[in-house]
């Protein structure tokens, strides 16, 4: 922690290697041994944040469909509550990780549905 800043580190278990994950048909590399939103949150630092995350599995917010690389079809998880493993294949994300991830995901989030936008600082009119 510096500064009373908690740093990247502090919130992800410890790993040694990143692993294959595939989100809507892209791939990106995430630290094992994390939760899936954790993962996530490893994908975009910037946006996960600052969704509205519970991060216990009450607010539902967090529910993706994955398919594991040794299950035959996917199912519904709570990326809060469930591990990340190499070759997950995530085919649905509820809205609010949509607007959480739109810019990672690039043109594959231009299809889905509108999410709710990730809340910006008020903007004071009058003093610019």
């Known amino acids: 922690m510096a500064d009373g800043i908690p740093l990247m580190s502090d919130v992800f278990r410890p790993y040694e290697k990143l692993v294959e994950i595939t989100i809507l048909g892209k791939t990106f590399l995430v630290p094992e041994r994390n939760s899936v939103l954790r993962a996530f949150q490893f994908i ?4 996960i944040p600052y ?3 519970c991060w216990n599995q ?3 917010y967090c529910k993706v469909n994955c398919q594991l690389s040794d299950d ?9 509550k469930f591990l990340v493993s190499e070759g997950m294949n995530i085919s649905e ?4 990780l ?6 990672k995901l690039g043109q594959v989030a231009q299809n889905l549905p509108d ?3 990730i809340p910006t600082a008020p903007r004071d009119e009058e003093s610019h």
């Open 115 to 117: 999410a709710p936008s």
């Open 98 to 103: 949509v607007g959480c991830l739109r810019t």
């Open 51 to 53: 969704g509205r995350f």
């Open 44 to 47: 975009s630092p910037e946006t």
């Open 72 to 80: 035959d079809q996917s199912r519904p998880i709570l990326s809060c």
């Open 58 to 60: 009450e607010c539902q």
């Open 93 to 96: 994300l509820a809205p609010e």
